[in-house]
Nanobody, 116 residues
Framework: QVQLVESGGGLVQPGGSLRLSCAAS????????MSWYRQAPGKERELVAT????????TYADSVKGRFTISRDNGKNTVYLQMNSLKPEDTAIYYC?????????WGQGTQVTVSS
């Protein structure tokens, strides 16, 4: 049974930092690319960052480039999202996603709120 469990969200002031984690189980984590998405109230879910299975290639949405860093630890079956210089517009529920062929698995999400 595939499980993705996000953690690390919370309330942070503008300019602050958070590190999100997504612990995976039930599949061969080290062979799958992983992604972080976010969904703000009233908006569609959007792709934030992706990392290849070995971690050698990462891609980012333009809105987070230079501020967010995706990484993974295949020994711990965990993918991370380091978020720096946070802005109010980063407020959203953040989800991690795994994909294998036609199948996709999502976590339950973790809330990030950026506000003074």
């Amino acid at each position: 049974q595939v499980q993705l469990v996000e953690s690390g969200g919370g309330l942070v002031q503008p300019g602050g930092s958070l590190r999100l984690s997504c612990a995976a189980s039930g599949f061969t984590f080290s062979s799958k690319p992983m992604s972080w998405y976010r969904q703000a109230p009233g908006k569609e879910r959007e792709l934030v960052a992706t990392i290849t299975s070995a971690g050698g290639i990462t891609t980012y949405a333009d809105s987070v480039k230079g501020r967010f860093t995706i990484s993974r630890d295949n020994g711990k079956n965990t993918v991370y999202l380091q978020m720096n210089s946070l802005k109010p517009e980063d407020t959203a529920i953040y989800y991690c996603k795994a994909k294998s062929g036609p199948y996709e698995w999502w976590g339950q999400g973790t809330q990030v709120t950026v506000s003074s």
